[in-house]
């Protein structure tokens, strides 16, 4: 299963842009990157993917660099319901072994300041 | 639209107990996985279910097992409770087995006296 390397920790203030960074070199043609964040208490939550393009949803963009070595998730203004512990996952296509389960290393911990 | 529910949400057992915790998926979610996550780490998987058949399993001992049921409800089974079987345990559901994004449950916290 190919790695992914996270900061173990970052802190941001509130309505800033918050960049969070991902390294994956091993990362082969076929692996999808994904973002989950886990608030307190609560178990993982699904934020967004993509495979090669830049990608954008309600809750963020996520840009991915041309070879596809690194990735970084934006949070375009952090709210402080954005404390979480954010989670950079490398996932199979579902034409290779292995795509149904999610490989969780230990995430970054970011805390929102007021 | 209810989410995916899990229960009970605290448990206390002893060593060499057995223990069944139990997820029901999210609405139009057919597959079910399991994931356990000791203190301070990440979820580690440990098997998924579709079509009431294990699909694929993590390194985990066969003391964890599991069921899927026709209303694609799942059990995750736990024999011969060890200390170190205290954690978290995560269960996500997802559609189909095209790699769709996983909904998960806000777990069962399991402690192990």
């Known amino acids: 299963d190919a790695k992914t390397t996270q900061p173990n920790s970052m802190e941001s203030n509130e309505e800033e842009p918050v960049h969070l960074p991902c390294n994956h070199s091993t990362i082969s043609g076929t692996d999808y990157i994904h973002w989950y964040r886990q608030l307190p208490s609560q178990g993982p939550e699904y934020v967004i993917h993509g495979l090669t393009s830049n990608v954008n949803n309600r809750m963020a963009s996520l840009a991915i660099a041309e070879d596809r070595k690194s990735s970084t998730l934006i949070l375009h203004r952090a709210t402080l319901r954005d404390a979480a512990v954010y989670y950079c996952i490398l996932r199979p296509s579902e034409f290779s072994g292995g795509y149904n389960k999610l490989i969780f290393g230990a995430g970054t911990r970011l805390a929102v300041h007021p | 639209d209810a989410g995916v529910t899990q229960s009970p949400t605290h448990l206390i057992k002893t060593r060499g107990q057995q223990v069944t915790l139990r997820c029901s998926p999210k609405s139009g979610h057919d597959t079910v996985s399991w994931y356990q996550q000791a203190l301070g780490q990440g979820p580690q998987f440990i098997f998924q279910?579709?079509?009431?058949?294990?699909?694929q399993r993590g390194n985990f001992p066969d003391r964890f097992s599991g069921h899927q049921f026709p209303n694609y409800s799942s059990e995750l089974n736990v024999n011969a409770l060890l200390l170190g079987d205290s954690a978290l345990y995560l269960c996500?559901?997802?559609?189909?087995?095209?790699?769709?994004?996983?909904?998960f449950g806000d777990g069962t916290r399991l402690s192990i006296l």
């Open positions: 996500a559901s997802s559609m189909g087995q095209g790699g769709q994004p996983q909904h």
């Open positions: 279910y579709y079509e009431e058949e294990e699909r």
